[in-house]
């Protein structure tokens, strides 16, 4: 087993692909407007971005999903779920999807299909949290609050996840 | 010869990083309120794009700017008659979905909301009707190539491109796109004041700033239809056009405008043009192959005495005709050559250029063999299927400016009404800047190469020099030489002062102290 | 009886005269930003064109009908006295009163419909659209039930009208009309006196001096070349807008 499939099947163990979804490697770096404080959770900043912090995915996957621009969707494996819309570009790789950190639920997040009706999360939600000791030395990283989660920031934000279009939209 | 002053802009598209932060301040100081949220007197785009309001460079949709006619030229969608029979109902007029619908969320939800077993959201809801919505259009939909099948493919600038080229320009890690930051042109000939039947819109004599007149406007409608740059804005609560002012109050004061001063690239470059008002009508209706060469010949040299004397006759103030002598936009435009206005086929004559940026990097494309590639790249670089080798060296100083990632047709179409020449000489000009600042701070090109560099594009190192200068290290007061307002003059234009001289206390306030008879 | 068609066909005419040409006057310089077509086409514009278009062409058409037989009612009579023109003239003026029915109810239609342009609707915008319509109706009726009016008009109510503004009311054959017609009249006074505090205050800034005008527009707020004059010790230059 390469690394690659190891880490997919680390992340998708529980979860099935079903239906018209698509395991992609989902990367959650910073945009242009999310330098760690300046999140964009306001009005202005939201205006700008679509209304809401958008899954960029390639045009390739999306024709295949038959996705189209601003539709829907769930990206979700065995630790959560993001529910957003999809911007469809020509810039993302095949077999790669983004999530620019940091989406908070509290604006505009519908409530997951696939995980019973329930509001999804943030980019967090399915990111791994692999605890980094030096996180928690000398201080209560554990107790510190972030968005949709308390316990230090998760370092990896690199891993796999389905993504499918959102049956209907519930808020 | 008819010298009249002009405040212009520069923006230097190399520089742009596409941040939004003169959108922002813009909005939050004119556009913050309703009717004109959906505004954005200043907006970015992403080239290729399709921009905001959608495709409006396309004037087979819109019907704006100016078209020639013979000797003359005409309002494409405005103008007598059309302004009087379409006054009713106006076909052109763009909708408010042309733009977006603007939004905000249900807040409150977040409060107010009933104990639940989920957490509550705040929906988005409509900021005209107050009701939920889908967002499904924004001021920057089309942002870094989003939606890009649907938005950037449908560039009106790539129709003239071969298919070819267009699918050249959407390979994944060969592409490129820029930012295109865009205000009011404030344009010489400028198709709004034109086309308003109510003669609200107005040139301010003194320094060319093109308002709208909030008093007069009736809501006819026919500036957002005639202008092609789509910078006048309908606001649908006051029933009154608005459009960028160039922040005159900030301008008159000696501020940048907001959204030059808040620059975090520093692209933005504001100074004063001597222009020839005589020439305005000429120029406008010259030939399309001329019409960038015309507007740059009417443009003033501010250091002809004949030019200053005229000046001086017309009535522009000594400060202004110094600040016209120190203007970065002077410099850029006609010193160096290195702006172009945007979309000159509109014949609007707009007083906003643009640098051309040099994207991202150079980079020429040739068809070698896999060995060949290897060779040249690092063994662990990408190997491309189609044995194209994607070289971004310097070996040929100019050879590389054709086979741009982003073709000069595309460029061309965008600034110089489809003449590569213009925006190649421009290109060329910045590479050499390049070049020759890279001999002196690197040192891996030799100074023949760099100066064979720089005579061939025109340049001096003493030009290269300076135009390096103010290009990456100005200071504030460089970027925008702003003309004194003379308020102790332009008090005058709200109160004569005449009348309160002599007087004690405060004066009287409507009646002139005039002596009696 | 006699007293309110007193009140309504001699005192409220010019009441209705002077709160138009004061009323518009004071809103026009006092005011002027409120003075506006406040058009909707930029919220909604389909059904707009099915509304405006018919509406205006409709009213326009009406009402220089109407002026025509005020302003020249013997050559309204003469050309009424061959049958034929006089059916070809109240034909055309019902089809385009008929337009003008049809644009209100689709204008009113799409006003009370749209949710966007529910927004920028005002209590009064419905008032005076619900006015217009009253009175375009009844225009209809009377055309219908009483023929033929543009020949009754130019002969009972031209002079009626000539001796409001001649100061010398004659009310006799204005008191002897039918209750319809009567009604119409007095809408047509009502409309008239409701046109300062309401959006038909635009029809008064109609933009025809654009056809006059050379299409670009310079202001000078301060003439500069008197400012610099150094022979005058004391200016009498004085700002444009000032």
């Known amino acids: ?104 639920r509290t604006v505009g997040i519908p409530k997951s299909q696939v995980r019973g009706g329930k509001r999804a999360g943030g980019h967090n939600s399915f990111t791994r949290i692999h605890l980094k000791p030096n996180y928690l030395a000398g201080g209560y990283g554990q107790f510190s609050y972030h968005f949709n989660y308390w316990g230090p920031i998760a370092p990896n934000r690199d891993t796999h996840v389905i993504v499918k279009r959102m049956d209907k939209v519930v808020f | 010869m008819d010298v009249r002053s002009q405040i212009s802009m520069v923006f230097h598209l190399d520089k742009c990083i596409g941040c939004h932060t003169c959108s922002v301040a813009c909005k939050n100081i004119w556009t913050d ?46 103008g007598r008659p059309k302004s009087l029979t379409n006054i009713f109902h106006n076909p052109h007029l763009p909708k408010i979905d042309d733009y977006y619908e603007p939004f905000t969320y249900k807040y409150l939800d977040l409060i107010e909301s009933p104990a639940g077993d989920d957490q509550p959201t705040a929906r988005p809801i409509s900021m005209i009707t107050g009701e939920p919505m889908d967002i499904k259009m924004g001021p920057n939909w089309d942002d870094d190539l989003s939606g890009s099948p649907d938005y950037a493919r449908n560039d009106p600038n790539l129709t003239k491109l071969s298919p070819a080229e267009q699918e050249a320009m959407f390979q994944l890690e060969r592409m490129a796109f820029f930012y295109l930051p865009r205000i009011c042109n404030h344009c010489l000939n400028p198709a709004c004041v034109a086309a308003c039947p109510s003669q609200a819109i107005y040139k301010r004599g003194e320094d060319g700033v093109v308002l709208i007149n909030q008093n007069v406007c009736r809501a006819w409608r026919m500036c957002v239809t005639a202008c092609p740059y789509k910078k006048t804005y309908y606001n649908w609560n006051t029933g009154k056009s608005e459009k960028c002012i160039l922040c005159y109050p900030r301008i008159e004061s000696g501020h940048a405008p907001a959204c030059m001063h808040s620059c975090v690239g520093r692209i933005r470059y504001l100074g004063v043009l001597l222009y020839d008002a005589d020439q305005i009508e000429s120029v406008a209706s010259s030939d399309e192959e001329s019409l960038v060469d015309q507007q740059m010949n009417m443009i003033l040299d501010p250091f002809d005495p004949e030019v200053i004397a005229a000046a001086k006759a017309n009535g522009v103030a000594d400060s202004t005709i110094d600040a016209a002598q120190y203007s970065p936009t002077y410099k850029f435009v006609k010193t160096w050559g290195l702006a172009l206005p945007l979309h000159p086929e509109f014949r609007t004559l707009p007083m906003l250029f643009y640098v051309p940026p040099l994207l991202p990097v150079m980079a020429s494309v040739r068809d070698v063999s896999n060995e060949a590639q290897q060779e040249k790249l690092n063994p662990i670089a990408k190997q491309w299927p189609d044995n194209w080798l994607y070289d971004t060296s310097t070996e040929e100083i100019f050879g590389t400016i054709d086979q741009a990632r982003f073709p000069l047709e595309y460029m061309a179409n965008l600034f110089s009404a489809g003449d590569t020449s213009k925006v190649k000489e421009r290109i060329m000009k910045l590479m050499a800047v390049r070049i020759y600042r890279r001999h002196k701070t690197v040192g891996d090109i030799s100074e023949e190469k760099s100066n064979e560099a720089l005579s061939t594009a025109g340049l001096t190192p003493e030009l290269a020099d300076a135009i390096y200068y103010l290009t990456s290290l100005p200071k504030f007061d460089d970027r925008f030489v702003i003309p004194a307002a003379h308020r102790e003059q332009a008090i005058e234009m709200m109160e004569f002062t005449g009348d309160v001289k002599g007087n004690t206390g405060f004066g009287f306030k409507d009646k002139s102290a005039e002596r009696g008879s | 009886m006699n007293t309110l068609n007193t009140f309504l066909f001699v005192v409220f005419p010019y009441v209705a005269g002077i709160v138009f040409v004061v009323g518009v006057t004071y809103r026009y310089r006092r005011t002027a930003f409120t003075v506006s077509s406040l058009s909707s086409q930029f919220l909604e514009g389909d059904k707009l064109f099915w509304g405006s278009v018919p509406f205006h062409i ?14 020249l009612p013997q050559a309204t009579l003469a050309w009424n006295s061959v049958p034929v023109r006089l059916i070809i003239l ?124 050379p299409y670009q527009v310079v202001i000078w707020n301060w003439d500069r070349k008197a400012v610099r004059n150094p022979k005058e010790p004391w200016s009498k230059a004085r700002p444009k807008n000032n």
């Open chain 1, 1 to 104: 087993m390469t690394s690659r499939r190891r880490s997919r099947a680390g992340d998708l163990k529980e979860t099935l692909k079903g239906g018209d979804a698509r395991i992609l490697n989902c990367l959650t770096p910073h945009g242009k407007w999310h330098i760690h404080s300046t999140y964009m959770e306001n009005h202005r900043m939201l205006t700008l971005s679509r209304g809401c912090e958008p899954v960029w995915m390639s045009e390739v996957d999306a024709a295949e999903l038959e996705i189209k621009d601003n539709d829907w969707v769930e990206v979700y494996n065995d630790h959560g779920v993001y529910c957003a819309r999809a911007s469809v570009s020509a810039r993302i790789p095949k077999g790669v999807c983004i999530v620019y950190h940091v989406p908070e």
């Open chain 2, 33 to 78: 309120r309703k009717g004109a949220e959906y505004m954005w007197w200043n907006n970015v785009e992403t080239k290729p794009g399709t921009g905001y309001p959608g495709k409006w460079e396309d004037q087979e949709i819109y019907k704006g700017g100016w078209k020639k006619d013979g000797d003359k030229i005409y309002l494409k969608g405005a």
């Open chain 3, 58 to 71: 409709g009213l326009l058409a009406v009402f220089f009908g109407h002026l025509l037989a005020f302003l």
């Open chain 3, 90 to 213: 109240e034909v055309s003026a019902f089809v385009f009163g008929l337009s003008l029915l049809f644009g209100l109810l689709s204008l009113l239609w799409r006003r009370l419909t749209n949710p966007r342009v529910r927004v920028v609707t005002s209590r009064m915008d419905i008032a005076i659209e619900l006015l217009l319509l009253a009175q375009v109706v009844l225009g209809c009726w009377v055309a219908l039930g009483f023929r033929w009016g543009s020949s009754w008009f130019a002969a009972d109510l031209t002079p009626y009208l000539w001796s409001l503004l001649a100061l010398s009311p004659e009310t006799d054959a204005v008191f002897a009309l039918p209750l319809v017609i009567r009604l119409h009249i007095a809408g047509a006074f009502l409309i008239l006196f409701m046109v300062p505090f309401t959006r038909l205050a635009h029809f008064v800034v109609a933009p025809l001096h654009y056809l006059f005008r």
